[in-house]
């Protein structure tokens, strides 16, 4: 079989056995099946056991995967290392294609784990019989659907022993070498981003067989995914992975950021005792990353953050900025003062305004503070003029936002949004939401304000795909990145 038909057989079986499933609600075993059946997995599912009887979810138990009459495209081991081999075995004379091997002690336990990592090798006759993903893994999340969708049924395939009910399909692909970003963190992430929307979540732990290389290769040809995050310990193939990540060059609609782990000699030492990798030259890391024209986030906060942003982008079509010219909106001189900073440390900057633009800005504006006639906006001098007037500055803000959308030098839009329950009309994001919404430009939003009412408003702009962030440089930081891509897919 080629990458694409194994990958594709590991991400879309039509039949998976589960190699240790259990009636024990602790076990991972039972909870790999309580993912397959309550997220509607629409393949086969076959609980082995040995030592258990009767069945689970409706499901009979089998003593071995010899027992099953059917084709069996796929097994997922949550058992014991030292039993792994003569069950593999098992899997090989039935016939089984792919083997998920989710428990550890291999290459990160030393020489027990070694001589267990060159038995399977033997057994599998060095992956020709059946292709491996694991050990020390998580498993495989496809999402076909959202979990609390009226028009679509929720859906896709979850392999990970931690148990998904919440969550929102997108077109993220993710590829790890930690178990934590199919389990504990992707669950957090998804709650903390509701509009977070993953396609793919792989776990791919050592890399014993398969490994980053043919994920991102098929990722990079599959039209649902526009954005793919990794985390990786060290490189399996860095030629491979230089020259695959080159091809977003050529992609307009595909976007690669990566967190290397053990990027110091600390950090070597927990990925040896992690995933079992060998330490890496730190130059030699560099120049891959260099190389291969990846976006590099420094840790999973920027990972996720990143992904979300870009992910909105492609959903929405969005203009990429290539300049990094930008305009900012905001009610307090002094977050202007600090976004001005920051702004400059990132190298984007605030374009002049033209004679047309500048004098409708002065209309609105009172005579005692005129607006600045470069591209930074404070509002709050315009929204009292409107007040001592009794017109609501919402109306006018609306007005802004058309005049800077319409000009040309700059390439998106940050805000700041004060969110209060008392001031709803005054800020009436509904209505700036509307206006902005079918703008071709990135508009981004730092929200602060009464938490809840901040909460409310962050949810409405997720769901018009409209990234909102928790901190002034987190805003800007993400502006700056999508430059970044654009510079790199230019590179000649």
Same mark, same amino acid.
Request: aromatic share 10%.
């Given at each position: ?23 024990? !609600? ?12 309550? /997220?509607?997995? =629409? ?24 027992? #099953?009459?059917?084709?069996?495209? @796929? ?64 498993? @495989? ?25 919440? *969550?929102? +399909? ?21 709650? =903390?981003?509701?509009? !977070? ?5 792989? %776990? ?6 398969? %490994? ?15 954005? #793919? ?12 992975? #230089?020259? !695959?990540?080159? =091809? ?9 950021? !990566? ?22 030259? +730190? ?22 953050? $990143?992904?979300?942003?870009? +992910? ?59 607006? /600045?006639?470069?591209? @930074?906006?404070? $509002? ?20 802004? *936002? ?10 998106? #839009? @940050? ?5 209060? =329950?008392?001031?709803?009309? $005054? ?58 891509? %654009? ?6």
């Amino acid at each position: 079989m080629s990458n694409k038909e194994i990958i594709d057989l590991f991400l879309n079986p039509k039949s998976v056995a589960i190699i240790g499933a259990s009636k024990n !609600l602790t076990k991972g075993g039972h909870r790999i099946v309580d993912n397959l059946v309550t /997220n509607n997995f =629409k393949g086969k599912i076959y609980p082995i056991n040995p030592n258990s009887e009767g069945d689970l979810f409706g499901l009979e138990f089998k003593k071995s995967v010899l027992d #099953i009459e059917e084709e069996v495209d @796929l097994a997922v081991f949550y058992v014991p290392n030292l039993k792994i081999p003569s069950i593999l075995e098992e899997c090989i004379q039935k016939g089984i294609k792919g083997a998920i091997i989710e428990a550890s002690g291999f290459e990160e336990v030393g020489e027990k784990g070694l001589e267990l990592r060159d038995q399977i090798l033997k057994i599998t006759d060095n992956f020709s019989k059946i292709r491996i993903l694991g050990p020390n893994c998580m498993g @495989l999340t496809r999402i076909d659907g959202d979990s609390d969708s009226k028009d679509i049924k929720k859906g896709g395939f979850f392999t990970s022993f931690a148990v998904f009910h919440k *969550y929102k +399909s997108g077109n993220i692909a993710i590829i790890s070498q930690s178990g934590m970003l199919n389990g504990g963190y992707l669950m957090y992430m998804m709650e =903390k981003y509701p509009d !977070l929307g993953i396609r793919y979540s792989c %776990s791919i732990g050592n890399k014993m067989d398969l %490994s980053e290389i043919e994920f991102l290769e098929y990722f990079l040809e599959d039209p649902s995914v526009n954005v #793919i995050a990794i985390y990786l310990e060290s490189f399996k193939d860095p030629r491979k992975f #230089i020259e !695959l990540c080159r =091809k977003t060059r050529e992609k307009p609609n595909k976007a690669i950021i !990566l967190v290397k782990g053990g990027l110091t000699p600390q950090g070597q030492k927990a990925t040896l005792s992690h995933t079992g990798a060998l330490a890496e030259n +730190s130059q030699l890391i560099n120049a891959i990353i260099i190389q291969s024209g990846v976006i590099q986030a420094k840790n999973f906060h920027e990972l996720f953050q $990143f992904a979300r942003t870009f +992910s909105m982008m492609y959903t929405e079509n969005k203009i990429m900025p290539k300049q990094g010219n930008i305009s900012l909106i905001t009610g307090s001189g002094g977050a202007g003062t600090i976004v001005a900073d920051i702004t400059a440390e990132y190298g984007l900057k605030f374009p002049i305004f033209g004679d047309k633009i500048y004098y409708k800005l002065v209309e609105i504006f009172p005579e005692w503070m005129p607006p /600045n006639r470069f591209a @930074l906006v404070d $509002f709050w001098p315009a929204m009292e003029k409107a007040m001592m007037n009794n017109i609501n500055p919402g109306v006018l803000m609306i007005s802004v *936002y058309e005049l800077l959308l319409n000009d040309e030098k700059i390439e998106g #839009i @940050l805000n700041m949004m004060f969110c209060s =329950k008392q001031f709803r009309s $005054f800020t009436n994001y509904k209505q700036v939401v509307e206006s902005i919404n079918n703008a071709s430009k990135p508009i981004f939003f730092w929200l602060i304000g009464e938490v809840k009412e901040v909460q409310r408003v962050s949810r409405y702009m997720a769901d018009h795909n409209i990234p909102t962030f928790p901190s002034l440089e987190d805003m800007i930081k993400n502006f700056w990145i999508l430059v970044q891509d %654009s510079k790199n897919k230019n590179y000649n």
